[in-house]
C-alpha cells in the first residue's frame, strides 16, 4: 500500500466540484475537507476553478432538469484521464427527491460514476477516502493509457 | 393595531369571510393570532391597499396555493406590525380563482418584492397575473412544456415527467 | 455594429457550495454595473410537491431537512410548527426549550461558515481558514447533542427526538464557553482589520427604504435599520422567556449605513448573542417530556383525521422563513404546503445593492446576504459592440477581487 500511494504521489490531485441541485449539505462537508481539521491540502488536493484543470469531478446533488446539459459540458470538458465521484444519497441514488418532476438524475444516468459516496451528507473523512481511491483508480488509467 | 380592529376594518369594507386562528405560543404561552380573510377577488386589490393603512411598508411574505378540485385557492401571505416586540400579526388574504379563469391582479406594483413569488405562482400554477410584466419561469427550466403545472392536482400536472426511479430499483432486485 | 457601450454579464449558475445556484446576468459598462437580472431554476427539486402527494407528514420533516443543508433545523421546525397548529398538538416545554438551544447551535454555525467565505470573496484566505477552524467546535458539539454533523434529524411533530442530558448539556457549555473566550479575536480581525474595513464600508448598500420596499428579512433587513426578527416579533419556543431582542449594527457604533459592513457587525453579534441565549435556555430548562405523542402509528393516525391549516413562522440565521400547511381529513400527505425560505426575499434585494457598484464587488456583496456564494464559478462576458465572447472564470472573478484589496492597501 505504502510502496503504492508514493508512486501516487507524484502528482498532486485537481479536484473539481460541481452542484448540480444538492441542498448544499454535501457542499459544506467538502470544504470542511478542505479546512484546517480535515486538511485535505496536505496531501495536495486542491479544488479549481474550472474543469479544464481537473482531475476528478466531485458531483453532488440528484441532477435537476437545468443542471444535466451543463453536467454533461463539464465532464466533456474535463481532461482525460479523469475520475468522477458522486457525493451524497442524492446523487448516489435519488435519495429523498427520488419521483420528482424536475430531476433526471441520479448522477450515473447523466454522467459516468466512478466511485459513490452514500451518506446525508457524508462526513469529510468519507469525502477524502473517496479522493484517495479516486487517486489510485486515476493511476491504473494512466498505466493502461501508456503514461508514464 | 389590535387582531380586533383589523378583523373589523376587514369587515365593514369588504364582504369577507374572516377567522382568527389563535395558538398558544412557546413556553410563556404568548398568544400568537393568525387573521384568514377569504375575500372575493374584486375586493383583494382594496383589500391589500386597506393593509397598507394599518402598516406603510406592508411586509410581503409569500402566495401558496391550494388545489381545491375545480377551483384554485391563493393565499397572500402579509405581515403587520413587525418590528416590536410581540406585537407582530400574520394577516393572510385568501382568494379563490375558478380554474377556467385563472386571472387576478398583480401586486407588483404596490409591493415590488412581490415579483419571485407571482413569477412562481405563475408557473407552477398557471395563475395570470394582470400588470405582471415579467413572467418568464424563475424556478423551472426555461424549456419547461407550456400548460403543465407540477402543482396542480388535475390533467395539467406534468405525470410523465416524473422520475420513478422506485421502478429501477426492482428491476435491479429482480436481475440478482 | 452595436452603438451600446454595455457588456452583458451571466454570472453563474455551476459554482460549488452554493445553497441555491443563482444565475446574476449583469450589464456592465466599463467597471460599472448599470443592469441586473437574476435567474434561478438550477435547485428546484420539487420538494413541495413531493410532501403533498408522496410522503406522510413523518416523511416530510426529513424532506424539509433537504431544503438547505445549512438550515435544517429551522426548515422543520417552521413545518412542524405549521403542523402542531393545524392539528392542535400541544408541546411539551422542555421540547421547546431544546428546540430553540439545537436552533441557536445552528445560527452560530451557520454565521461562522458565513464569516468565513465572506473573507474568502475578498481574498483573505488566512480568515477563512481561521474561523472555519473556530467552526468546528460548534460541528463537534452538534454532533455530540444530535447524532450528526450537519442533518440534524432532532425535530418530531409534537415535540423532538433526542433530549438533552446532562452530559450533552456540559458539553453545549464548553462549547459555548469557548466562543465566548474567541469571540473578542473574531471580532477584532473583522471588525477592525483595515483591509476587511476598505473592502466592506460604503460597498452594496441597501437603504431602509429598499429593505422595506423589497420585504428583505432577516441579518440584510437588520443590517438596513429595520429591526424585524420572528424571534422578538412573535416569539415561539422559549425566546419569549429569553427576552430576545432583534440587533441592528447601531448598537455597536451608533450607525446605520446598510452596507456590507454592517452585515458583517450584525452576523457577529448574533453569534454572541446565540451564546447568551443556549446558556440562559439551559440554565432555565424545565424537566418532563420531550415529545407530545411518542408512537408514531397513532400520531400518524391522529394527522389522518385532522382537518385545518397552520402557519410556521422562524428566525432562520439568514431571515424570516415561513411554511403553510394545510391538512385534509383522510389524506395522508399535505393537502397544501408552501416553503419559503429566507434567500428568496433577499434575492431581489440584490439589485439596488449592486447597481452603481464595480464587478469586483459583485462577489463580497453577493455573499453578504447569503452565506454561500462562495463561487461565482463561470461567468461570460458578451461585449455586444463587438459581438464577441470571452469567458471570465470564477477565478478570474475571485483574482479581480483580491487585485482591488492590494490596490486599495497601496492606495491608503
Redesign the interface.
Known sequence: MCAKLTKALDKSLWVFHVNSGSCNGCDIEILAALTPRYDAERFGVHLVGTPRHADVLLVTGPVTRDMEEKLKRIYEMTPDPKVVIAVGTCGVSGGVFHESYNLVGPIDRVIPVDIYVPGCPPRPEAIIDAVVKAWLKLERLRGEGGEQ | MKVEDIVNGLKSRFECDVKVQSRACGTKKIEKRDIYARLRREDFRKAVEYLFEIQEYLHFSVISATDLGNDMELLYHFTVDYGKRNEEKVVTLCVSLPKDDLKIESITDLIPGALISEREIHEMVGVEFIGLKDTRHFFLPEDWPEGKYPWRRDETFPEDMLNKLYETWKGGDENE | MNDDPTFIIPVG?????????IQLVLTVDGERIVGVDV????????????G?N?NNPIQSI??SE?????C?VCHPYCMVMAVE?AAGIEVP?RA??IRTIVAELERIHSHL?WA?VAAHEIGFDTV??YT??LR?EI?DTIEYVTGN???KAIMMIGGVRRDITTERAERIKKATAYYLENFQKIADIFLHDKSIKMRTRNVGILTKEDA?????VGPVARASG???D?R??????????LDM??ITPDMYNGEIVGDVYDRIIVRLLEVKQSVELINAALDNM?SGEIVAEKNLVKLLAMLKRADG???G?VEAPRG?D?H?V?LEKGKEPF??W?I?APT??N??PWIPMLLGGEIADVPIVAASTDP?M??L??VTVVDESRNREFAL???MM?EMSIRKTRRLMRND
Open positions: 449558475p455551476v459554482h460549488p457550495a452554493l445553497k441555491e445556484p435567474k434561478c431554476s438550477q435547485v428546484h427539486r420539487g420538494i413541495e410537491w413531493l403533498m408522496r426529513y424532506l433537504r431544503v438547505c443543508g445549512i435544517n397548529e416545554e421547546d426549550y461558515l468565513g477563512f481558514h472555519w477552524a468546528e460541528m454533523r450537519v442533518t422595506l420596499k423589497l420585504c428583505a429595520v429591526p424585524k420572528v422578538q416579533d412573535a416569539p415561539y419556543g422559549a425566546y419569549a422567556e431582542k432583534a424545565p391549516e397552520g402557519i413562522r424570516e415561513i403553510y394545510r393537502m397544501s408552501k419559503r428568496y426575499n434575492v431581489l454561500c462562495s463561487c464559478n463561470r472564470t470564477k477565478e475571485h
